[in-house]
């Protein structure tokens, strides 16, 4: 049957053409949070080999993922509001410069320490760039189509450069050696760095509140303590007492982060705002999506390593896949959001996410089941993908221009948790479990039955409202 291309419909939800300028901007603003994403895997396989060179004991090893892990997601609210407050591109061009020197630090690092320290200022670097540039984005692409499709293109990114960077890892370590993942990094640096500063507009808050001092204290030191006891649960377990305290103080810590809020003048997160359905529910989609479908890919490098006894090459070949639909899906999503909305594709999204997972459980020890996993792990990443973007969209949908830092400050925090929690909240089952094979099936159980349930949860949260992705939507539940 054709299709009648001159509906009014389908002229409004067809992807909006950019300038060249546009399309710079968003090379630069995009490639800056794939060299962020590319971070968060690509020295998954080189531990070992780095571990020798530096001299780091096996029990070391975890710092140099979770001195990453540790600044990048807990000062992520302090510098989307120092975003807002004093400027976003000077913030962004200060975070990809020191993520650029420390990147160099890192390649060539002499020792632990060294070493460390570099993984430990690229955090800082990366929690500066990540919410800095979604707000860019977000106030320079209006809402609606343009936006969308923006979006859409760094959510692909975003998705694809932690499956490119399991990939890279891999061959990189092999033929040029570890440094050259972290050299691999610097150069993303050099690149972006000298076109940011006559693409990227100046963008800030009209007034010049105060920055709200405790609630900056209170939030990212319970941010840092949730992300250390979780990122060392991942390899260790829960029983270890600083595991323990540091979960303990960092949920005492947050609960006092909403009190001191509740109080401010002038407040780090408007607690009206995390009452917005789209803000709550969304960001639920959003922390649901991240962390299960980062188990998802966890335990399957497991199964398809350890039990089905393929090479990492092979293993890599099948996330390469997964990285290709990535981007198909990335092109389609924006026209399923106009068609749909973002809430309704955010909630469709999900339940394919967890449908597609649940298929995994068929997964035995026979060599038929590389296929069922490769298309199943990679049509699920392309619903998880359709997810990221909406959930995005959602957030920040209707929110004022002065206030988008504190948004995709949101947004970006949910992404850095949901990546941290997976993997210790359910993965700890498979790697602890006396036959993998079992441990692999009641991982992905839970997995599937917590994404399909969140997607019935948002479904209810969001009802009643707008679904357009340009809607303004911005009721407050409970917010007086």
């Known amino acids: 049957?054709?299709?009648?291309?001159?509906?009014?419909?389908?002229?409004?939800?067809?992807?909006?053409?950019?300038?060249?300028?546009?399309?710079?901007?968003?090379?630069?603003?995009?490639?800056?949070?794939?060299?962020?994403?590319?971070?968060?895997?690509?020295?998954?396989?080189?531990?070992?080999?780095?571990?020798?060179?530096?001299g780091m004991s096996q029990s070391a090893l975890q710092w140099a993922v979770t001195a990453?892990?540790?600044?990048?997601?807990?000062?992520?609210l302090l510098f989307g509001r120092m975003g807002d407050l004093y400027g976003r591109r000077r913030l962004f061009l200060t975070g990809l410069a020191l993520f650029g020197a420390a990147s160099l630090l890192a390649t060539f690092a002499w020792d632990p320490?060294?070493?460390?320290?570099?993984?430990?200022?690229?955090?800082?670097?990366?929690?500066?760039?990540?919410?800095?540039?979604?707000?860019?984005?977000?106030?320079?692409?209006?809402?609606?189509?343009?936006?969308?499709?923006?979006?859409?293109?760094?959510?692909t990114l975003l998705s694809l450069g932690?499956?490119?960077?399991?990939?890279?890892g891999g061959v990189l370590t092999d033929t040029l050696g570890w440094r050259s993942t972290m050299g691999l990094l610097g150069l993303f640096a050099v690149i972006v760095l000298p076109l940011a500063p006559a693409l990227l507009p100046e963008s800030r808050t009209p007034d010049r509140p105060r920055l709200d001092i405790p609630g900056a204290i209170t939030v990212t030191a319970g941010l840092l303590s949730l992300i250390y006891a979780l990122s060392t649960a991942a390899d260790?377990?829960?029983?270890?007492?600083?595991?323990?305290?540091?979960?303990?103080?960092?949920?005492?810590?947050?609960?006092?982060?909403?009190?001191?809020?509740?109080?401010?003048?002038?407040?780090?997160?408007?607690?009206?705002?995390?009452?917005?359905?789209?803000?709550a529910w969304g960001n639920l989609g959003g922390l649901v999506t991240f962390s299960m479908m980062s188990t998802v890919v966890f335990v399957l490098t497991l199964y398809l390593q350890e039990v089905l006894?393929?090479?990492?090459?092979?293993?890599?070949?099948?996330?390469?896949?997964q990285g290709v639909l990535s981007v198909v899906a990335g092109s389609y999503t924006p026209r399923v959001i106009g068609r749909l909305g973002a809430r309704r594709t955010l909630v469709v999204s999900?339940?394919?996410?967890?449908?597609?997972?649940?298929?995994?459980?068929?997964?035995?020890?026979?060599?038929?089941?590389?296929w069922l996993a490769t298309a199943a792990v990679s049509l699920a990443s392309m619903c998880h993908l359709g997810a990221i973007i909406s959930y995005g969209l959602t957030v920040t949908s209707g929110v004022p221009d002065e206030e988008q830092g504190l948004a995709t400050g949101l947004v970006t925090s949910t992404q850095q948790v949901g990546i941290t929690i997976g993997i210790p909240l359910l993965g700890v089952l498979a790697t602890t479990s006396s036959d993998l094979m079992s441990g692999v099936h009641t991982v992905l159980a839970l997995d599937a039955a917590i994404v399909l349930a969140a997607a019935v949860l948002v479904a209810l949260g969001l009802r009643g409202g707008r679904s357009g992705s340009g809607a303004v939507e911005a009721e407050a539940v409970g917010a007086r």
Do not use: Y
């Open 68 to 76: 990453f892990a540790l600044p990048s997601g807990g000062f992520l």
């Open 162 to 168: 932690f499956t490119v960077g399991m990939v890279a």
């Open 309 to 321: 006894r393929l090479s990492a090459f092979r293993t890599g070949l099948v996330f390469g896949v």
């Open 1 to 54: 049957m054709a299709i009648d291309t001159s509906s009014p419909h389908l002229r409004e939800t067809a992807a909006p053409r950019l300038t060249a300028r546009d399309k710079l901007v968003l090379f630069v603003l995009c490639a800056a949070q794939f060299m962020v994403a590319l971070d968060f895997s690509v020295l998954n396989v080189a531990l070992p080999v780095l571990g020798a060179d530096l």
């Open 113 to 155: 320490a060294s070493f460390l320290a570099g993984r430990a200022l690229q955090g800082v670097g990366a929690a500066a760039i990540v919410p800095t540039g979604m707000s860019l984005l977000t106030t320079t692409f209006p809402e609606g189509p343009a936006r969308d499709r923006a979006l859409g293109i760094s959510g």
């Open 350 to 370: 999900l339940l394919g996410q967890g449908a597609l997972v649940a298929t995994l459980l068929a997964l035995d020890e026979s060599s038929w089941s590389v």
């Open 236 to 279: 260790h377990g829960f029983g270890r007492p600083d595991v323990i305290v540091t979960l303990i103080a960092g949920v005492l810590l947050l609960t006092a982060f909403v009190a001191v809020e509740s109080r401010a003048k002038s407040p780090l997160v408007s607690l009206p705002m995390l009452r917005r359905r789209t803000v």
